[in-house]
């Protein structure tokens, strides 16, 4: 991500500035909160493909738009389910050795922006257009794919091969598909089934 590289030239510039000027400088270290990285990642399901048990395909899409306007409008549903996409992020900035804790923090920052009444959705589109579901989120992400512990621990290096990706906007743009289709999981398995038997029991 280069946050290390930001912090040093924060800290010798601020000796250049002390030097010149008749101030102090106080905080010498860069923000989590990346609102000019922003990805946006969309997809569109078609209905029949949505089917699930007994469940079909418009009734599972149905049921999702009813969670995700529920989300859109509780805080607390709002944030569980935001919970449901950082699994996902999480996973793969892990695998990637990346700051999952930083990027975390943006975004639940991100669903806190000063001037909304409560934190939002992150997950900006829910809808059903005509025969097809559609989903999209989007998200502030400053990831890297060199420097620091990535070129110190050969499996990050590995995971990012596997995935075919060579530059941070494309590691940007798998974990914001991954945060999308996580969520996507979580609330079919919780608006049809339930999360225990629809999504947990797939963790043992």
């Known amino acids: 991500m280069g946050a290390n590289t930001v912090n040093r030239s924060c800290e010798a510039i601020s000796k250049y500035i ?6 102090r400088v106080d905080l010498k270290i860069l923000s989590n909160f990346c609102t000019e990285r922003l990805f946006m990642a969309e997809f569109h399901a078609p209905l029949e493909s949505l ?15 009813e969670c995700y306007k529920i ?28 700051d999952f804790r930083a990027v975390e923090s943006g975004c639940h920052a991100y669903a806190s ?15 059903i257009d005509g025969e097809f579901l559609v989903g999209r ?48 999981a979580a609330i079919r398995a919780i608006s049809t089934e339930g999360i225990n038997n629809g999504h947990l029991k797939l963790h043992a």
């Open 51 to 65: 089917k699930y048990k007994e469940y079909s395909g418009r009734e599972i899409a149905e049921n999702i738009l």
């Open 113 to 127: 922006l000063v001037g909304r009444k409560t934190l939002e959705y992150l997950i900006k589109k829910i809808l």
């Open 137 to 184: 989120i989007i998200l502030p992400l400053a990831v890297g794919t060199v420097g620091g512990a990535i070129n110190i621990n050969p499996m990050y290096r590995q995971n990012l091969q596997i995935m075919d990706i060579s530059s941070a906007e494309e590691l940007a743009q798998v974990v914001c598909c991954v945060g999308l289709a996580n969520n996507f």
């Open 18 to 23: 002390i030097s010149k000027y008749d101030v």
């Open 71 to 98: 989300a859109c409008k509780d805080v607390y549903r709002a944030t569980t389910h935001n919970k449901g996409i950082m699994n996902g992020v999480d996973a793969v900035l892990i695998a990637c050795g990346n």
